[in-house]
């Protein structure tokens, strides 16, 4: 009988950690191992998890709770989970989310109908105002999904939860989160196993309930549509570590992750702009070389075009004592 890990790393979670487990017990299929990873919760995350569990004696066996000796961010917390599982597909789960109670007996029955190494589901995403569901397209086949991939499509197509993972897509080709990059580290991850998966389906129903109430996430601290210091350095990092893999596997899809860092960039820009940060803007600045090849095509604008638009801002947003210097930083570059 096929096992599946469902993996969950906690971090202060004691006001959802309730919901979240239980229905991970209540789950409708039986052959599930559970690896919870406690990055140094300070609160009572931890306490109430072991409670919940006395309730259900018949997955108390199955149940593995890792210890961090020091708080290490999600990403480490992911990979803590991978090295303690023994899994033949694996789940993703973050605390404050919930699972519908056949979640994994439906992504298998997909996975066993189609042989896919990937079975991606839809989520129900929760906001004060409303619930709304999040879908995922059908790709035409497996160049169509690897485009979508590697132009990181913003919202939430590039997500790890809501799928069931094959476990050896990471063990075989040495796939792990990048320790310290706790933001958009999905995007990376997802790129490789898309580019080493063979097979991979959708299931056309809600599997997974994700949380947008929890006010201590990073994505709600950055949804105000402010630029983010800690937020784009992390970005960034899985941007290029993507791009840098690309580079050494497939050159069109490495055009692409490319193309795309500079729109990310420019719209970085634009933020710290609008929100009158002038570090923000010398940092994304430093990453951009105006004599790369795609730049101009990407960005849409010719020299003259891209030095109105720094300096209509500067001008009509009056913000001259913040970015005059790094606006004319940037512009010696364009001359060169």
């Known amino acids: 009988m096929i096992r599946v890990g469902i993996l969950v790393p906690i971090y202060n979670v004691g006001k959802y950690i309730e919901r979240c487990a239980r229905s991970l017990f209540e789950q409708t299929y039986s052959n599930i ?7 140094c919760s300070t609160d009572n995350s931890i306490a109430i998890l072991e409670n919940i569990l006395r309730e259900y004696p018949n997955r108390t066996p199955h149940v593995k709770i890792v210890h961090h000796k020091s708080n290490r961010g999600s990403a480490a917390s ?10 033949d597909f694996l789940m993703f789960v973050d605390a404050d989310d919930w699972l519908e109670k056949n979640a994994t007996e439906l992504l298998l029955q997909k996975q ?8 991606y589901g839809n989520a129900l995403m929760h906001t004060a105002s409303e619930i709304s569901e999040l879908q995922e397209c059908e790709y ?20 790890i939860w809501r799928r069931l993972i094959r476990k050896s897509l990471f063990s075989e080709n040495n796939i792990r989160w990048i320790e310290g990059l706790n933001y958009a580290e999905d995007k990376y991850i997802l790129s490789q196993l898309a580019y080493y998966s ?24 950055i949804a105000n549509n402010q630029f983010n210091l800690n937020a784009f350095k992390q970005e960034i990092g899985n941007i290029q570590a993507t791009e840098d893999f690309f580079s050494q ?10 193309k795309a860092k500079l729109l990310y960039l420019k719209r970085q820009m634009d933020l710290a702009l609008a929100s009158s940060s002038k570090e923000g803007f010398e940092i994304a600045a430093k990453y951009i070389n105006a004599t790369d090849p795609f730049f101009w095509s990407t960005i849409g604008w010719n020299r003259g075009k891209f030095h109105r638009k720094l300096y209509g801002n500067y001008f009509y947003m009056k913000y001259s004592p913040l970015i005059k ?9 364009i001359k060169k």
């Open 33 to 39: 191992e559970y690896v919870f990873v406690n990055d």
């Open 78 to 87: 992911r990979n803590s989970g991978l090295d303690n599982s023994k899994a």
């Open 112 to 119: 066993q109908e189609t042989d896919a190494d990937i079975v």
């Open 140 to 159: 035409r086949d497996k160049r169509d999904m690897m485009l979508c991939y590697s132009r990181f499509t913003p919202g939430y197509t590039m997500v």
């Open 198 to 221: 063979e097979r991979f389906c959708k299931l056309n129903k809600p599997i997974y309930h994700y949380n947008r109430l929890n006010e201590n996430s990073l994505v709600a601290a």
């Open 249 to 258: 596997k497939n050159n069109e899809y490495f055009c692409e992750s490319a």
């Open 325 to 333: 210097r790094p606006v004319k930083r940037i512009y010696s570059l």
